[in-house]
């Protein structure tokens, strides 16, 4: 038999794939499970459990946290990536990294098709696809959910139909998690005007004393947290089992989806929302004028094209290198005050402090010029503005 790999969930529509692709199209089916910080064990082994239920021939839990930190996260912190300045692309970077891992899979077992379980109307299509036509465009993509049109019911039945009777019922909010963040969808979220409910988000508030933290960076990487330093996954980690615990990082993001109509969810992202603004305020301290303006250029594209999947587009390279050379100064310490449903960014410590220079107080004092110097600048300053309204004095 000829060997299928299914980017694996273990939820109804991946669910269906597997049968499907099994019973119809006579495939060896063998799934795949990418964790990028949404499944603890117990939920792994679980998923496990119920793909060889469902009668895969085999099935791996890959988990790539490192590999997701160190080939996109890092650079969104870089760039302090924020898509329409609120949405840290909690779960639209996970599927380019997820869809990679999958045709490394596909390719070591020697199989000659694909699939996931993308329905036509979403952006993971588009993501998953381009992923996989770019680097195996010899690997076949089939795509059940997408091509048959089904509803939820009609996957239900074809699987009741093959003895598979889980319950299926359909969660009132759809949640997808992962290290930078989790997603909740409703039917809040199809409308323009309606909030999600505080019971739609997984993390509730626990805690309302406020609590101070402090993170620390090193070349714009977040390395330690209170005086505790490892890895950076391990810190990001860390700070978001502390600021989820006062419903930090709540927020709706509205864009523009990749096929075209507009789209509206919610999310939820402590640490990722933290680390971006402290990261950011940092820079403000130790960065020049034009360094900030290109790296705000260049990070807002940098987070549209991974948003729409072009991860494999050279651009991004070239983006990476210029965001890692501007983070040679970005180190230092920000002080964080952790509050109910917010959080306020303090101030900073570093030895790159702009701030810190001879030169002046801003508002206060000048050490490096005269009062007549400053007096001439201004003038030579304003000299364009003056000709123009001099020349059209009638507008």
Request: glycine residues 8%; contains cysteine; hydrophobic residues 35%.
């Amino acid at each position: 038999m000829e060997k299928v790999v299914v980017a694996y969930s273990g939820g109804l529509d991946t669910s269906f794939c597997v049968k499907y692709l099994q019973n119809e199209l006579k495939l060896e089916v063998h799934s795949v499970l990418v964790n990028t910080g949404g499944f603890s064990k117990a939920a792994l082994k679980e998923t496990e459990k119920k793909a060889y239920e469902m009668g895969v021939f085999s099935h791996v839990n890959k988990n790539i946290l490192d590999v997701y930190y160190n080939k996109a996260i890092k650079y969104m912190v870089f760039g302090n990536v924020l898509k329409n300045n609120t949405y840290p692309l909690s779960v639209s970077a996970e599927r380019v990294f997820q869809a990679i891992e999958v045709v490394k899979y596909a390719k070591k077992i020697g199989a000659k098709y694909i699939a996931h379980g993308s329905t036509g109307a979403g952006n993971d299509q588009v993501r998953f696809d381009m992923i996989f036509q770019t680097i195996a465009p010899e690997i076949e993509i089939i795509t059940p959910i997408r091509d048959l049109k089904l509803s939820r019911q009609e996957e239900i039945t074809y699987l009741q139909k093959y003895g598979v009777d889980y319950t299926w019922n359909k969660a009132k909010y759809s949640i997808n998690k992962g290290i930078w963040g989790t997603s909740v969808g409703g039917v809040e979220t199809l409308t323009s005007n309606e909030s999600l409910p505080e019971s739609a988000y997984p993390s509730q508030l626990e805690t309302t004393t406020p609590t101070n933290v402090t993170l620390h960076f090193k070349k714009g990487e977040l390395v330690g947290l209170n005086n505790e330093f490892d890895t950076p996954v391990n810190v990001i980690l860390k700070l978001e089992s502390i600021a989820s615990k006062y419903a930090i990082g709540r927020d709706m993001h509205v864009g523009d989806t990749i096929v075209g109509i507009k789209g509206r969810v919610g999310f939820e992202a402590a640490a990722a929302l933290i680390i971006i603004k402290a990261h950011h305020v940092l820079e403000k301290h130790v960065l020049s004028k034009w360094q900030q303006y290109w790296k705000e250029q260049l990070g807002n594209w940098y987070g549209m094209l991974l948003h729409e999947g072009q991860y494999f587009d050279p651009v991004m390279r070239n983006i990476e290198t210029f965001l890692t050379d501007s983070q040679k100064t970005v180190s230092g310490d920000v002080l964080v005050s952790l509050k109910p449903y917010h959080f306020t960014v303090n101030g900073i410590e570093s030895k790159h402090d702009l701030m810190k220079s001879k030169f002046g107080e801003y508002g206060e004092t000048n050490k490096s010029w005269t009062a007549e110097e400053a007096k001439g600048f201004i003038k030579v300053l304003g000299t364009a503005t003056k000709i123009y309204h001099h020349v059209n004095s009638e507008l």
